[in-house]
């Protein structure tokens, strides 16, 4: 696509209950990023993959949240049994290589946690 | 560990050049960014500069970086209304695009 594509935009969801934020990255970008936006904070990484390589996965903040990207495209984020710690935005980025300086980045799903 | 400090917020006059300024704690960050956020969306790269570089120049933009003091800065010359935003600086090492991003400066324009 021409851009980096997030969906749900806007998600809403009770405590405890279990959440899946998708990603289109731009097609052929072979590195994807997620990071995630609290409010009045810096951007967080969590995640990235390159290729078919193991994924990064140092910035999860706990083993509730899990990612995965099939066929080296589209990416799933889900977080297990929400808190409301974990609102926020939750952004996507894309890239042609891991190596290339130019992140491109979709326009992210607010996630509310009640 | 990586540390990277904006000041909150910054208030122009259109017409007036912005300086946005931000320290960073990691030595050995290769690439330096500056990142402008329009609100409901995403990250936008406005510049970057490699660390062996003091100055780069892009239009309106001019990125100018103190490598001794960690301390990198972004002017915006004849600031405009639509330059209201707030604005990222991040770090990253050679090779590797896991940024390290700054808390965000937002910038007001006011006529």
């Known amino acids: 696509g021409a851009g980096v594509s997030q969906s749900p935009s806007n998600k809403v969801t009770e405590k405890g209950k279990d959440v899946e934020l998708r990603c289109d990255p731009i097609?052929?970008?072979?590195?994807l990023y997620w990071y995630r936006q609290s409010l009045g904070q810096g951007l967080e990484f969590l995640i990235y993959?390159?290729?078919?390589?193991?994924?990064?996965k140092s910035g999860l903040p706990s083993d509730r949240f899990s990612a995965e990207r099939t066929g080296g495209s589209v990416s799933t984020l889900t977080i297990q049994r929400t808190q409301q710690e974990d609102s926020a935005v939750y952004l996507c980025?894309?890239?042609?290589?891991?190596?290339?300086?130019?992140?491109?980045f979709g326009s992210g799903t607010q996630l509310s946690v009640l | 560990g990586e540390d990277v400090e904006q000041s909150l917020f910054l208030s122009v006059r259109e017409g007036d050049s912005s300086v946005i300024n931000c320290t960073y704690t990691?030595?050995?960050?290769?690439?330096l960014y500056w990142y402008k956020q329009e609100p409901g969306a995403g990250l936008q790269l406005l510049t970057y500069?490699?660390?062996?570089?003091d100055m780069k120049q892009d239009q309106r933009l001019t990125v100018l970086l103190n490598k001794k003091d960690k301390h990198l800065s972004l002017r915006i010359a004849d600031t405009q209304t639509g330059d209201s935003a707030i604005y990222f600086c991040?770090?990253?090492?050679?090779?590797?695009?896991?940024?390290?991003f700054g808390t965000g400066t937002r910038l007001l324009v006011s006529p």
């Open positions: 980025a894309s890239s042609q290589t891991v190596t290339n300086e130019k992140l491109f």
């Open positions: 097609s052929g970008h072979t590195a």
């Open positions: 993959f390159q290729g078919n390589s193991a994924p990064d």
């Open positions: 990691d030595s050995s960050s290769t690439y």
């Open positions: 500069i490699f660390s062996n570089m």
């Open positions: 991040a770090e990253s090492m050679t090779g590797f695009q896991k940024l390290v």
